[in-house]
């Protein structure tokens, strides 16, 4: 497992009666890859994994593994209301053959260091399978501080990565200062990736690639080579598409980019709702600007 380059966070496609469409899954996947993808982190946030039964998380996993055999690894996010729950996720994931976990803290339960340093082990230590740590205390209310996220590094050795998504570039650096190249370190906020791999960040857990996955591979390849000229000309252009995955209704608006590109649709299953009236046109006039000045990568 390489924790490096370009992994989106893949959607979820839908069908018109809100089961999930394998066919495009399969599809969507390889297209991934084959723009330029390292991976594909399945069942994460954007992934709508909260609205997924098991089983059904199970055949996404199943579906992607089958769909990229082995051109590229599937890393399947871990994220459960319980502990028990989150690691027979874990141990099915590696059952169906992915390469590596994304473990989420739990859902609805947002616990001291203690609690969390348990859940975590506990799914850590279910496989012998490569693991990414996702720190997203905007999202989740659970902080893994640098320091914590040090102590389970120290005492798990598959754990090799962490997405950070504090929106605070000072983490990056900071777990750099405690562990060197111990972790590889993933952006996982679409508009701090060009600040995060001048900080050190090795990869990035991408939204937007799910829909521009050329553009988003050509960002991250030349802000690592230190082409500047070109990484600032593409991110002036691309910000605007970029803090799209930022905001609350980040699932509805991606997909909504890949409806205007012709690669998925905008269906998201409930609590969730398409975007419609004066937000829906609003986000449509950002988007359509932003591609008619799409620029040649």
């Not at 909504?256 to 299953?269: H, I």
């Amino acid at each position: 497992m390489q924790w490096e380059g370009v992994m989106p966070a893949i959607t979820t496609p839908f069908r018109m009666d809100w089961h999930v469409d394998h066919e495009f899954l399969a599809w969507h996947a390889n297209w991934l890859v084959q723009h330029g993808c390292t991976g594909i982190v399945a069942l994460g946030s954007l992934g709508e994994a909260a609205t997924l039964q098991l089983e059904e998380k199970v055949e996404v996993l199943r579906t992607c593994v089958r769909s990229l055999a082995d051109t590229a690894p599937v890393i399947a996010g871990i994220s459960a209301l319980s502990t028990a729950e989150a690691v027979h996720l874990a141990k099915k994931a590696a059952e169906v053959g992915c390469q590596g976990l994304m473990i989420l803290p739990p859902y609805v339960y947002s616990g001291d260091w203690r609690e969390m340093k348990a859940h975590v082990q506990a799914v850590l230590r279910a496989t012998s399978l490569s693991c990414m740590l996702y720190n997203n205390p905007i999202a989740y209310r659970t902080d893994f501080l640098p320091e914590q996220i040090a102590e389970l590094a120290a005492e798990n050795p598959n754990l090799h990565a962490v997405k950070e998504s504090s929106a605070d570039i000072r983490r990056v650096t900071a777990l750099r200062a405690l562990l060197g190249e111990r972790l590889a370190i993933f952006i996982g906020v679409d508009d701090l990736i060009v600040e995060g791999i001048y900080a050190g960040a090795l990869g990035w857990i991408a939204g937007l690639a799910n829909a521009l996955p050329r553009e988003s591979v050509a960002l991250f390849e030349w802000a690592r080579c230190n082409e500047r000229a070109k990484v600032f000309e593409l991110y002036r252009w691309f910000l605007p598409l970029l803090r799209l995955d930022t905001v609350p209704k980040f699932v509805q608006l991606i997909k909504l980019v890949q409806a205007e590109l012709g690669v998925g649709n905008a269906r998201v299953r409930p609590p969730r709702l398409e975007l419609e009236g004066q937000e829906l046109q609003d986000a449509l006039a950002l988007i359509r600007s932003a591609l008619a000045r799409r620029p040649a990568v």
